[in-house]
């Protein structure tokens, strides 16, 4: 049985075509940013404070949100940020960025720009030398095409 170019082009397509459309690929559960939290703290509850997320209250194009993020601590070598880790809960692979700091970091600070499909809580996580973890959200409102959609 001989096989031609276009039977092959045909499998390769339909196949691309189901994986794009399986549900767990397409769609974000809030448990996988949950879980994704309880890997990076070890299981222990991340408590509120000390971390603080900057992000727009309002994203006109979600393919390029800015977000900051900034930890207070002193940054010496008994007391510094060791992580913090970003995460989306409504993208389909939630964590989008982690950070790692020394006390030769200075200040534990860091902006980066994210994509977000729809509004959702933009997280920030920061791990302390000591195993501490201390937690923020933000919600994100995503308009399409900037109409406030």
Known sequence: MTITRRQV???T???AAFLAFKPEFSFAAT??????IKAFTGGAAPMEGTVALDTPEIAENG?????GVTVDSPMTADSY???VLI??????????????FSPMSG??????????????NVIAVAKMNDGSTYI?????????GGCGG
Not at 31 to 36: F, H, I, L, R, S
Not at 107 to 120: D, G, H, S, V, Y
Not at 136 to 144: L, Y
């Open 63 to 67: 393919n390029t949100v800015p977000v």
């Open 13 to 15: 397509a339909g196949t």
């Open 87 to 100: 995460l989306a809960d409504g993208n389909p692979n939630p964590a989008v960025a982690t950070f790692h």
């Open 31 to 36: 448990d996988k940013a949950e879980d994704a």
């Open 136 to 144: 923020d959200r933000k919600e994100v409102k995503v308009t399409i």
């Open 81 to 83: 940020v060791a992580s």
């Open 9 to 11: 082009f045909g499998l």
């Open 107 to 120: 200040e534990a600070e860091a902006k980066t720009r994210i994509r977000l499909a729809k509004t959702q």
